[in-house]
C-alpha cells in the first residue's frame, strides 16, 4: 500500500523558511515523477516543484523559483520542500504526490498518489 505522509509545515513570519518533507512507503521516490503542489482556499490546486525519477531533473514554478527548492533522498525515501523567503502568498496546503510516468508540474491531474497536505501560513 502506498502512502505519502508530508510534514513540516508552520505558521511563520514573511521571510522565514520551512522545510517540508514527504515520507513515502510502498513506493520508492527515486524510481518515479515526485511533486510539491499546494491549494489555497478558494483556488486551484498549483504545482510548485516537481524532481524525476532517474536523474532527478528538477523544474520549479515561476512564482517560487529562486526561492524554493525540491529534493530527494533515496535511503531516507523521502522528498522534501526547501522554502525560503516566504511571503503571505505562500500561503497555502501543501500536498506530495507521486507519478510513474508523467512529471508534468502544470498536470496534478497526472499524479496518482497523495499525501494528505500539511498547512504552511505566512503572516506579514
Do not use: H
Not at 527515486?30 to 525519477?53: D, H, L, T, Y
Amino acid at each position: 500500500q502506498v502512502q505519502l505522509v508530508e510534514s513540516g509545515g508552520d505558521s511563520v513570519q514573511a521571510g522565514g523558511s520551512l522545510r517540508l518533507s514527504c515520507a513515502a512507503s510502498g513506493y520508492t521516490v527515486s524510481r518515479n515523477c515526485m511533486g510539491w503542489f499546494r491549494q489555497a482556499p478558494g483556488k486551484e490546486r498549483e504545482g510548485v516543484a516537481v524532481i524525476s525519477a532517474g536523474g532527478g531533473a528538477t523544474y520549479i514554478a515561476a512564482s517560487v523559483k529562486g526561492r524554493f527548492t525540491i529534493s530527494r533522498d533515496g535511503a531516507k525515501n523521502t522528498v522534501f520542500l526547501q522554502m525560503n523567503s516566504l511571503k503571505p502568498e505562500d500561503t497555502a496546503m501543501y500536498y506530495c504526490a507521486g507519478n510513474l510516468r508523467y512529471c508534468r508540474i502544470a498536470y496534478p491531474a497526472d499524479f496518482g498518489y497523495w499525501g494528505q497536505g500539511t498547512q504552511v501560513t505566512v503572516s506579514q
